[in-house]
DNA sequence: CCTCCGGATTAAAAGGTTTCAACACTCGAT
DNA sequence: ATCGAGTGTTGAAACCTTTTAATCCGGAGG
């Protein structure tokens, strides 16, 4: 049933030119080509030259596969991350584009799309795939197959999330802290009724961002009762505008006067229904953001967001990789940063802040 | 001299099961489990059975290693994408994952970040790991690396791009209808002046949207001095501001009315600026960005863009790739999309316009 | 002249899967 | 009883590298 596939068929049919090759018209063993490629110290100078001219010419293109089953691990790591749409995750991704550089190991990246389905494809592949080591955002972390890759052999790293285990290094930033900068600086600004736009509950980011705006409150004498939440099913910039949506349906006299998003997506999707629902910003609205994607200070209502150090979580994560890989007394890590507020137009009444 | 990594030490030291521990628990020969993994009609119930519990039991994890070695090929398709922090090509991305996820084949992103020897990096690792198929929106299309690897067999798609020569398959959106629809509707707005904002002319791209604001210059009579180019180094957000302190330092009588950028990101850049330096969008300056990414509409000056299929180029690129590694008479072809444009708040005088 | 030594090279085993020709067995038909 | 067809299963080769122990060789020391 299975139709034969033809995959990379090479034009002439002819074979792909290996290190047998090599070896023959180079006049030498295929350890010694092997030697030329991995010890070149051991071989004179003479016959490696003579090799390195072979391979040239016949334009050698060493078999990784093989390389990799013989010696038992690939050379390649993997970052999976949740949502390779929202430019936060690329920012991150770049950030182990740099540490992957410098060992000179190249990375992957998996999008999963929130899709835990998707996402456990990707692990189980990976894993077949031998993979030299896994970063991940995971969509839960306390996933029993994070857990379970990690004690059969692949070392694996999360990234902005806190592990259930101590199986894993992590590398993430106190959102708790987030949230409580965020609406304590709503707070200095005079307002006293704050809508926090999120999605789900049971994402431990909204969650912990949510925890932190409730601390915030209570840390100025109010209640709970003034945080207003507007929950959306995504985290995505059309879920923000239904979110503006329903908070201009809202009665004037309690509608609160500012609004602190999850995230930069839905707080440019709430700009923007702002704008087309005649509300000012940050006048009639005042609004925080999460995360500080770049786009976040190019709208033209700059806005204010809780910055994450996206790049350094992203070097950081990989470089815990890299020790776990490399040094055998490795013991895992988890390390915590530290946001901090970015406050733009979007929440100052004034004449256009200077940024910090 | 090279340090002995650990890489994925397994615990307690044990040796991964492979099929030949399942194939000695079940009692049955190692051709048999590997029947059971490939050619499941072909065996038994009863041994099947037997073979599918001993592998769930000792939680075997297949060595896609091995497999991949004996076959001569892999199961992944990897997209190098110029620049994963521009959402154009996340989104493009999304479009390709559509089609793997049908075709369960996972696929694996790498961006090149338009650094061409990462680029050549990549491709050289990818070919050495033998993927099945490679999409890439190279650097220089013109590179004779991507014309080596396809006729080496790695079938190899050109995304965004239109290669020099017919060995490779290729989607790409026609840049210079792009640019034309662009002018025309400043033109039809009435500017006279307009500005050319975008990278080296040595960018295929770029250089073809300028040419089709030309064309749409001279069809409306008009000279190709009424195109004031503002050239960026990159096509960053940050090159669009910077053109935008260009583009306010210009003496009045000369200023342009209206500003043609090669993408996006230099367009917000540039809206970002004008907000900033006092000049009002659209009254002082009409922008029209290209692209069309999500962020585009979510400005609060929603911005005028030229819309390419970004998901559609996506998909389409992967299913030609399918084709090519499943069709022995397959035909290598070229696909180009027509671009459409999205009239928003940037150039229109007047109440918020539909978008269309 | 023999031995020993060190450096350069080689031959062969190993790694885990797929594939295919060969084999074993059952059942009906001769 | 024998044969043939069909169904399931097996054993061994092959995939291409890395790695290690063994070999080869020229020269120094006895």
Redesign the interface.
Known sequence: ?T?K???????EGSR?VGMKDVAAAAGVSVGTVSNVLNRPDLVSHATRAKVEATMAEL?F??????R??RV???R?W?YVMLD??N?FF??V??GM?DTA?QADL??????S?TLAA?EA??LR?L????V??ILITPVDPGSPLLD?IA?????LVIVDRTPKTDRHCSVAVDDVVGGEIAVRHLLDQGHRRIAFVGGELDIGQVRERREGALRALRAAGLGPDRLVDLTTSQMA?ADGGNAGRRLAGLPAATRPSAAFCANDLLA??L??AC??LGLR?PDDLAIVGYDDI??A??????LTSVRQPRRQLGRTAAELLLQE????A?EHRQVTFTPELVVRASTYRGS?PREQ
């Open positions: 049933m139709a596939g033809v995959h990379g068929t090479r034009p792909a334009r293109v060493r078999n990784e596969t093989a990799h089953l038992g691990h690939s390649v993997a390779g749409r430019p690329t920012d991704a770049a584009e550089d190249p990375l992957f990246l998996c999008n799309a998707r494809a990707y592949r894993e077949q795939q031998q030299q080591g379970e004690r059969r052999g692949t070392p910039v440019l999707g700009l923007q704008a087309s910003v770049e786009f200070a190019a709208a033209t209502v700059p890989t490399t040094d055998p490795h256009s």
